[in-house]
């Protein structure tokens, strides 16, 4: 027989929840820690809890107000989420380069309007992607699904408040089943993260506990269990466990653990009901806001690794900013006899008009708010689309052949295959070919295209091309003699450590590559020999370290992977003899 518990008051076990969730995805954002992610997936939870709750329980008394359910809403969430747009700007216009800062612009926009988690499944898609590292905004992905899930929901609590919330449980259980279903469709792995309808289960299966039990919960001596399965897989990868089952996994042990209670103070009680952990658990949200706030500026203009005073450093600012923000900003907006409702919405407006004129200011001039003399970019004088327009003309060339006396030049590949045209307009042959570019992830560009073009070329660079992935085009011997393989490269992980350096020697920086790109330079040298575009080998030292700067003092590259055209007339420069070697023979046969 199942024994019930009636709980009506604050529930100091969410709080230390809550805790345990914020510090995963605390310590997942320093490096560590690989399921830390997780803790998002357990914030949704009892937030659909605690919302299904209030909405479920109002319902049944017949005093659901929309309206005072939003402005509650607003009162919690939104003066802090002002206040960290507002504080990114001016940051964002100290540190940042030109295209961070038009991104970071970008992620304020869309913040404001509850929409993160949309640009960030349109623009980056892959949330584990190491760019997502310098983004200070990045992580309000999670709250715009939360705010798309309070804008919809209580409209269903509207639509059954005559006489037919009881059949709120089935409503919720069909809905959990769609997006269940959204969940495992071989979909977009983007779509499944970022978007809410299939994260919409891990809100609707907290709902399904809160209705299904009203104010009771069910006594268990087993909760500790619950809490060590919970952070176990929070710290530690399962063996034998799809990663697919993770969410779903911690989702309904997080439920499990909302549903239940302990009759005596037992080991859970004492762990996630500690003075400690309530104190984490109630600035959870400040923690989560400043957290990525402080490591990405951190990243971006302080340190390439953390060490473990770094760790400790930054931890601590965290805790101190966001007990501040907590005390000053968070309890004063959520309460009535403190800040008016009239208060609040007049304060969030002028927040949010600021924020998002000035957003829409630093997005008009490209992030150019100031000189950037390492880029050759000029506030006074610079198009604010300079770089983008200087790549992307090479897409435009995704044509047949013109019909002239010039060396037919095919380059495949992506975007570095973008980067070698470049490379060859820069040369002293740019005056002496015809270039045909195309990316094979395109649709357009289908494998009949794609070798028709190789035919009717008379030499083709690709990029980044293995011996296995070309025979996948079943080429003709005669097409495959034409082609050079273009190589990878790498200038670090992100340009804003270098611009933020003060020492001596800022022009002289250089950055050491990860082994990987090592391994994959050598695999496709030993596959291609003579017939290999090295772009590391030729700008590399002895201890295997690539400049950052041109000998000009201009960026070879803005984003570390693409080339400036700075960047592109240096390794024109650099590979002249390979490029002669390369094109020399058939300029002479024109």
């Known amino acids: 027989m199942i024994n019930f518990f009636e709980k009506k008051g ?33 914030f949704f939870v009892i937030s659909g809890y605690l919302i299904t709750k209030i909405l479920y329980l109002k319902s049944i008394d017949s005093n ?37 800062f038009e991104n970071l612009s970008q992620s304020i926009i869309a913040t404001n309007f509850f929409s993160n988690n949309i640009l960030q499944y349109i623009t980056t898609g892959d949330y584990w992607n190491v760019v997502n590292e310098f983004k200070p905004l990045m992580h309000t992905w999670s709250l715009a699904v939360e705010e798309q899930y309070y804008f919809v929901y209580p409209f269903l609590f509207l639509f059954l408040k005559k006489g037919n919330i009881k059949f709120l449980a089935h409503i919720l259980v069909v809905l959990t089943l769609l997006s269940l279903a959204l969940y495992c469709l071989p979909i977009s792995e983007a779509a499944k993260f970022y978007l809410l309808p299939s994260r919409f289960f891990e809100l609707s299966i907290g709902g399904l506990g809160a209705v299904l039990l009203k104010n009771k919960l069910i006594v268990s001596n087993f909760r500790f269990l619950i809490v060590a399965a919970i952070c176990a897989l929070l710290v530690f990868d399962v063996p034998y466990l799809n990663e697919a089952l993770y969410i779903p996994l911690v989702v309904l042990l997080t439920l499990a653990l909302l549903i239940t209670h302990s009759e005596k103070k037992m080991l859970t009680s004492l762990f996630l009901e500690n003075k400690v952990m309530v104190f984490f658990g109630k600035i ?51 309460k009535k006899d403190q800040v008016s409702t009239k208060t609040v919405l007049i304060v969030l407006l002028v927040a949010n008009v600021i924020s998002t004129a000035g957003a829409f200011y630093v997005y008009s001039k490209g992030g150019v708010l100031k000189d950037f003399p390492s880029l050759d970019l000029y506030k006074n004088n610079s198009v604010a689309t300079t770089h983008s327009a ?33 490379v060859l307009l820069e040369s002293e042959y740019g005056n002496k070919i015809n270039i045909s570019y195309m990316n094979p992830g395109l649709s357009k560009n289908t494998k009949e295209k794609i070798i028709q073009r190789v035919t009717d070329a008379d030499i083709v660079f690709w990029s980044t091309l293995s011996q296995e992935q070309l025979e996948t085009y079943e080429l003709s011997a005669e097409n495959t003699s034409k082609i050079h393989c273009v190589g990878t490269k790498r200038f670090g992980a992100n340009a804003g450590i270098f611009y933020n350096f003060h020492g001596d020697g800022f022009c002289e920086q ?33 201890n295997g370290e690539v400049p950052v700067f041109d000998d000009e003092c201009k960026f070879i590259s803005q984003d570390c992977r693409h080339l400036t055209k700075n960047g ?11 490029i002669d070697s390369v094109l020399g023979a058939l300029d002479g046969g024109q």
């Open 10 to 42: 604050y529930r100091n076990d969410i709080d230390g929840l809550r805790a345990i969730a914020v510090i995963a995805v605390f310590i997942f954002h320093f490096g560590h820690l690989p399921n830390g992610f997780l803790g998002v997936d357990v």
């Open 64 to 100: 659901l107000s929309i309206k005072e359910f939003y402005i509650k809403r607003a009162r919690r969430i939104l003066p802090l989420v002002s206040f960290f747009c507002l504080i990114s700007l001016p940051l964002g216009f100290a540190l940042m380069l030109p295209d961070d």
């Open 284 to 334: 959870s949200f400040s923690i989560y806001m400043w957290h990525q706030l402080l490591l990405a500026f951190s990243r971006y203009s302080l340190f390439q690794e953390f060490d473990t005073q770094h760790v400790v450093a930054i931890f601590t600012i965290t805790v101190l900013l966001s007990y501040l923000t907590y005390k000053f900003i968070e309890q004063p907006f959520r």
């Open 390 to 422: 200087y790549n992307d003309r090479i897409y435009a060339m995704n044509k047949d052949f013109d019909n002239n006396e010039k060396i037919n030049v095919a380059i495949v590949g992506n975007s570095f295959g973008r980067d070698w045209a470049n």
């Open 510 to 542: 250089r950055t050491p590559l990860a082994p990987v790109y090592w391994e994959e330079n050598e695999k496709l040298e030993q596959e291609w020999g003579d017939k290999y575009i090295d772009l590391i080998t030729p700008i590399a030292d002895k």
């Open 568 to 578: 592109a007339v240096f390794y024109s420069e650099i590979l002249e003899q390979k």
